[in-house]
């Protein structure tokens, strides 16, 4: 059995890349590492390089073609984008397998920073914002504690496979993530405002949805265990039906789909209060048309305190699952995974439990 938790930094220094995208959040990344983090990572004796990153995809064709030996642990300082490309730089990889067991680590430098609020979660601290939310994950980064982070592989029609850390997302939370990104300069609070605009147009949307209950389904082996990915597939081709212990959902008409496998949606949404970083599970929520627009604004106040599950509303599904697959038939709509939007069309997704390593409390 691997132990729950090592520590990164053995004997020797270690040796960790730190990438900053300068342009992330409100586009003081840098400066607000200079401000609160590099002084903290010399006290710790933590020797580093930075890389400012100058494109989209310089992160994810930098740790493609890395010497890995070099590095002990990569860490992003950005948004949750930013690491979305690390971890799929590394699956890209031939040695992948060994690449992805590389520790990653996340200071938070853009305006949702779901994984920082997460991770911080994790650590049973009180709740964190902005530059304390960021001491905190510097804090955890100078202490270098290792622990499993499960990844969710996701395919489309197209045939594109990608891997993911956070969450698979569908109407309501894709639009208001993507529409209100000419916010970013207001900070996290550009979340509320791209609710209140979309629920001002609350629109629904067409398609099935299914997905492998976890009762269904023991918690797969992780990765070093079972050695390939293709050995424990649990989706059948997208051109296939779901297999008999599938549960099929009898609607039809959503309002949004959102497939999470971390705590937090952003700093200040709680979604799933039981989550924890290697639980296994995709957490799927679900809202059905016919909400009114009091009722959902309701649960996104009440998701601040992690009490939405508990506001009783109809139209509000949770579901812990292995597998999802997600058709929407509503000719336009956006579907964003880790915040990043995807191809739209026929999507499915299925857990790998502690396939990447991760900095944590
Ligand atoms: N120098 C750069 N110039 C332009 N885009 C970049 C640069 N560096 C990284 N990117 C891209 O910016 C995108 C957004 O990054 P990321 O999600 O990390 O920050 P963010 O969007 O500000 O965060 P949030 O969504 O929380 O506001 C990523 O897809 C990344 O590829």
């Not at 705590?263 to 989550?275: F, I, K, N, Q, R």
């Not at 957490?283 to 996104?300: C, D, E, K, N, Q």
Request: hydrophobic share 40%; charged share 20%.
């Amino acid at each position: 059995m691997e132990p729950e938790q090592s520590a990164y930094r053995g004997m020797r220094p270690c040796r960790t890349m730190i990438l900053v995208n300068p342009h992330s959040g409100r586009g003081q990344a840098l400066q607000l590492f200079t401000g609160h983090i590099q002084a903290m990572l010399t006290e710790a004796d933590v020797p580093y390089t930075l890389v400012i990153t100058e494109h989209q995809n310089h992160a994810r064709e930098l740790v493609r073609n890395a010497d890995l030996s070099q590095w002990d642990a990569l860490v992003i300082m950005s948004g949750d984008g930013l690491l979305f490309e690390v971890i799929n730089g590394l699956m890209e990889r031939e040695d992948w397998q060994q690449a992805i067991k590389t520790p990653l680590g996340i200071l938070p430098g853009g305006s949702g920073n779901a994984l920082a609020a997460s991770l911080h979660h994790y650590s049973q601290s009180p709740p964190a914002w902005n530059e304390e939310l960021l001491l905190s994950c510097g804090f955890m980064l100078c202490k270098g504690l290792v622990g499993p982070l499960d990844l969710v592989s996701v395919h489309l029609a197209s045939g594109q496979r990608f891997f993911s850390f956070l969450s698979l997302a569908w109407g309501f939370v894709a639009d208001v993530d993507i529409e209100s990104e000419k916010y970013r300069h207001v900070g996290a609070i550009r979340f509320l405002m791209g609710t209140l605009v979309r629920l001002a147009s609350l629109r629904v949307y067409q398609g099935r949805l299914a997905y492998l209950p976890a009762k269904e389904e023991p918690k797969p082996q992780t990765e070093n265990q079972r050695g390939s990915l293709n050995n424990h597939s649990l989706l059948p081709g997208l051109d296939q039906p779901v297999p008999d212990n599938w549960t099929v959902v009898n609607e039809e008409d959503f309002v949004l789909v959102l497939a999470i496998y971390q705590s937090h949606l952003a700093e200040d949404l709680w979604t799933v209060p039981g989550a924890t970083a290697d639980d296994g599970l995709i957490h799927l929520f679900y809202v059905t048309a016919g909400i009114s627009r009091p009722a959902l604004l309701r649960l996104f106040l009440a998701m601040e305190k992690g009490s939405h599950l508990a506001c009783g509303c109809p139209h509000l599904a949770y579901e812990k699952v292995r597998a999802v697959r997600l058709e929407p038939t509503s000719q336009q709509g956006m579907i964003t995974v880790d915040g990043e939007v995807v191809e739209y069309g026929p999507i499915q997704a299925q857990i790998h439990p502690g396939m990447a390593n991760l900095i944590r409390g």
